[in-house]
């Protein structure tokens, strides 16, 4: 042994055979990493690795002498040291997996030295290197699980020198039998280890504990599918089988996966029994094993390993080790067998964890934190407990639960619970709100994390199971209040910070948190038992009350609160001459839109009050907007309280546009269900004005994009007029209009109500005029804004695609007339060049030299999007005018490639 460390360090300073460096000076770390993965490709023959951790372990009185002596005291490990003693273990462990046949039974005693250094046996390790140890023996033991007879080896001489000198050093190492029942005396030891602090609280045993802890998680990991599995040089049908035979057992055996569940299970409950035992009754005064960093470290680690154990994926032997093979919903909802029941299924329990939670959170009332690290490691451990729940509330109605009524029983514990914690946090933050940086880090972390649980409630139990709760309709007024909260104090602390959002602290957390709310209503909202007929159907239409009466209110504030806080930072940006880079501003895109399609099924909820806050909103704006383009030619750059006006017209558009439409790819689209319902007009009279505000509304972002449309084909240049605001204009009509305009009977289960606003010839044709008549504007006046060119020629796709009936009304409209001439006009000339004034007599002569050349500057992939649309428009065989327009098209676009033909020739 003695020798190794020198003879390794000078081995990691020497460039091996296969090291090429180059021309350049060697850099020592190049140098150490290729002769360290030289070391452990050859076999590590010498045992420099295992000789150097036994070495340096002895030098520094973790492990004994060889006369039997043990010593009492360590000393600590320098920086170097400790690195060079990660790169032994880790190499350790890669050499003996890698050549795992080679090795009798040194591997074994490896394994067991492994486990009891990485759990302080022989004092305190740093972490880094405790942790590698631990990793050391997970990995054994997994290789070794299914059981594989000790075969005789070359080197059995030296290895069972090493193996006596191990156990020599460390007297008091734990041997484990072969088998199983080598197996059933490790969670027995492990058990015994964790839960021995409990009775005996020492610095000692609570590192002990932790570290067993952890090595079961590790060990699960390794289970599961961990990072390290392509380490073991092994078939994937290996690690499939050890999936297998851990989660199940074997010859009816207890399976490893129960083995730990009842250790991580028995040392948390004795866990939750010690704090409530200290604390009392009274669970809001602080108890001094709270300040105690080791308690702390075990806490978490003891939760984590349970997480760890609850998590595992059953039945994914197979899948597991296949690409692409996991379902999101397996990766949300959990099915643990039926056999976990007794563990998992029990209302104390879950009573127990709420309680504790409330002890171990840091409280800015009830104490003073004073040392930042302590008050993090606390922290840690109150958000691995939130972790845990969140994974509680993730078991799925299945073979665990008894019947339905045991499984609504246990999500009211869960919500109960969680509701009790939120509620309290609200109260405090309207009371007194945190004013240390390190107290309002761990209250955001805290709601995000509790907000995640509601929604993971929400999502897995559905609104048939909620709604029959108790506190079903508590649930639903506190989403209301605690969206309007956050939602408030964003905008409060947003015109503080005068729409610098990136001054902003607390704007990530609380759009996470408003973003888990949204996603509660929406999964109540679009839930299929709501919507569905059958026996039940006064019982959810009860629930549509609720929902309408005690959760929907929210969307106003969301409206409001989002649409000025926009507002306000397009002012902040104008006035300050910035922009957001390009992909910060793609994300924060689609960032909105997930979010507002999710606001959409909540303002669906009550579309009546919804379409009236609307309508205010846009009373408001709108006016504003129509004077500024029909006012005087602004001949300065644009403010930032035009920018601001802007921004919030669009963002308004947007609102409404989710509200009203879906995005249906791939599909006919149609009015949403929501929208439908509250516009039939035999329901009341709330219904007529729901019709009424839909077209209101509509008639006035028509005279806003008329407006916008005639000041760029007056003035294209003009700082006032926006491309970003006709792009969500043209997209609102666009899918407005697919959805709305002329629907075919075979389209709806219903006439009448909004289906008959625009469903006539004399009610669509106006419209599909407006919308050919705003894209002929834009086509000539603005070609070279790409977004602008891309929604116009989607808006006219889409109205083509509607039906025989209305490319019949498409045809018709003289603007679309136009464009099929200034397509046949411009598909022969040159680029600069001017049309003979016997071309503008194309169709009806309705050409003006000013149309053509601004139609000959629109990009040529444009143009052939143009062509599509208007192919598809004129369709219609049957119609002499679309056959004419149609051959019109095609006869222009041969001409223009016979001429490129005979160019190229």
């Known amino acids: 042994m003695e020798g190794a460390t020198l003879e390794l360090q000078q081995l990691l300073t020497t460039p091996p055979p296969s090291y090429a460096g180059g021309t350049l000076p060697p850099n020592p770390h190049a140098i150490l990493h290729a002769s360290l993965e030289y070391l452990r490709d050859t076999g590590d023959e010498r045992y420099l690795f295992l000789r150097c951790t036994l070495e340096m372990l002895h030098g520094h009185g973790f492990v004994g002498s060889t006369d039997g002596t043990v010593t009492t005291t360590t000393t600590s490990l320098s920086p170097d040291e400790e ?51 631990l990793s050391c023996a997970a990995s054994f033991w997994k290789r070794g699980w299914g059981g594989d007879a000790l075969a005789a080896v070359a080197g059995e001489e030296q290895q069972a020198y090493l193996a006596r000198l191990i156990c020599e050093l460390v007297p008091n190492l734990k041997r484990f039998s072969a088998g199983e029942e080598g197996r059933c005396e490790l969670f027995q030891y492990l058990n015994a280890v964790m839960i021995a602090p409990f009775g005996d609280m020492s610095k000692t045993q609570m590192h002990a504990s932790a570290m067993s802890a952890s090595f079961l998680s590790l060990l699960v990991g390794e289970f599961s599918g961990g990072n390290s599995s392509s380490r073991y040089n092994l078939p994937l049908e290996f690690h499939r089988t050890c999936h297998q035979v851990f989660e199940n057992g074997v010859a009816g055996n207890k399976s490893g996966l129960d083995s730990t ?47 760890d154990v609850i998590s595992w994926e059953f039945g994914a032997g197979r899948s597991k080790w296949e690409f692409g093979s996991s379902t999101k919903e397996a990766a949300v909802l959990l099915r643990p067998p039926k056999r976990w029941r007794q563990v998992l299924i029990n209302p104390d329990f879950l009573g127990a964890m709420f309680q ?24 840690r451990m109150a958000h691995q407990l939130r972790q845990l729940l969140l994974q509680l509330s993730s078991i799925a109605l299945g073979p665990i639960f008894e019947d339905e009524h045991e499984h609504g029983a246990y999500a009211s514990f869960l919500l109960d619970g969680c509701l009790n914690v939120l509620e309290a946090i609200v109260t405090k933050q309207h009371q007194q709100p945190p004013t240390e940086p390190l107290m309002e880090e761990l209250i955001s972390s805290e709601i995000v994390d509790l907000s995640s649980i509601l929604s993971r409630i929400t999502t897995n139990f559905k609104v048939q199971t909620l709604s029959r709760l108790p506190t079903f309709q508590r649930f639903l007024s506190f989403l209301c ?147 500024l383009f029909t006012g005087p030619r602004l001949e300065n750059e644009m403010t930032p309280d035009i ?195 016997s071309d503008l007599e194309t169709f009806g002569g309705s050409l003006t030299p000013a149309l053509v050349r601004g139609y000959q500057r629109l990009p040529f992939l444009d143009r052939s999007k143009v062509l599509t649309s208007l192919l598809v428009g004129c369709s219609e065989m049957k119609n002499e005018k679309a056959s004419s327009i149609m051959n019109e098209c095609l006869v222009a676009v041969e001409k223009s490639f016979k001429l490129l033909v005979q160019a190229l020739e």
């Not at 705003?774 to 020629?793: A, G, I, M, R, S």
Request: aromatic letters at 6%.
């Open 83 to 133: 690195t060079l003693l990660f790169h032994c273990v880790t190499g350790v462990r890669q050499v003996m997996l890698l050549r795992w046949d080679e090795y009798g039974t040194l591997r074994d005693v490896v394994r067991d030295v492994m486990l009891l250094l990485g759990l302080g046996g022989g004092g305190v390790l740093p972490r880094t290197v405790a942790m590698a140890c």
């Open 261 to 307: 569940l009842e250790s991580s299970m028995t040392s948390l409950s004795a866990l939750v029994g010690y704090i409530l035992t200290t604390a009392g009754n009274n669970v809001t005064t602080p108890m001094p094993a709270l300040s105690d960093g080791s308690f702390l470290e075990m806490g978490s680690a003891i939760i984590a390993v349970t997480f």
């Open 356 to 379: 504790v939670y409330s002890v171990i959170r840091v409280d800015s009332e009830k104490e003073r934190i004073s040392n930042r690290l302590l008050a993090e490691t606390r922290g």
């Open 481 to 627: 209040t605690f969206g309007r909260w956050l939602l408030e104090s964003s905008l409060a602390e947003c015109t503080n910070a005068k729409g610098d959002i990136e001054s902003m602290e607390g704007i990530d957390w609380k759009n996470d948190a408003i973003a888990q709310i949204l996603q509660c209503s929406d999964a109540m909202a679009d839930d299929y038992w709501l919507v569905s007929s059958g026996t039940r159907r006064a019982e959810s239409m009860t629930v549509l009350q609720a929902l309408a009466t005690l959760l929907a209110p929210l969307y106003a504030s969301y409206c409001m609160c989002k649409v000025q806080m926009s507002s306000l930072e397009e002012h902040y940006l104008a006035d300050e001459g910035a922009d957001l880079d390009d992909v910060r501003e793609e994300i924060s895109a689609s960032g909105l839109e997930d979010e507002m399609s999710s606001a959409a099924s909540l303002g669906r909820l009550n579309v009546f009050a919804s379409l009236t806050t609307l309508s205010e909103m846009f009373q408001q704006c709108m006016p504003k907007l129509l004077a």
């Open 643 to 837: 920018a601001a006006l802007m921004e919030e017209a669009r963002m308004l558009i947007v609102c409404a546009c989710h509200l009203l439409t879906d995005e249906c790819p791939g599909e006919s689209p149609t009015v949403p269900d929501a929208i439908s319902k509250a516009c039939i007009t035999s329901e009341g009279s709330d219904n007529e004005q729901c019709i009424m505000a839909i077209s209101s509304l509509v008639d006035l972002l028509m005279k806003v994009a008329e407006a916008q449309a005639t000041r760029v084909s007056m003035h294209p240049e003009e700082s006032a007029c926006s491309p970003l605001l006709s792009k969500t204009l043209l997209w609102f009509f666009r899918r407005w209009a697919a959805a709305y305009v002329f629907p075919t009977p075979g389209d709806y289960r219903q006439s009448g109500g909004i289906y008959g606003k625009w469903a006539t010839q004399e009610q669509a044709q106006p419209v599909i005029s407006f919308c050919t008549t705003l894209c002929l504007l834009y086509f000539c006046h603005w070609p070279l804004e790409k977004e602008v060119q891309d929604e116009c020629n989607s808006l006219l796709l889409a109205i083509a695609k509607r039906g025989h009936s209305v490319r019949h009304l498409l045809v018709n409209a003289p603007s679309f007339e136009q464009i099929a001439a200034l397509h046949v006009v411009c598909a022969s000339l040159r680029p600069n060049s001017s049309p003979n004034l």
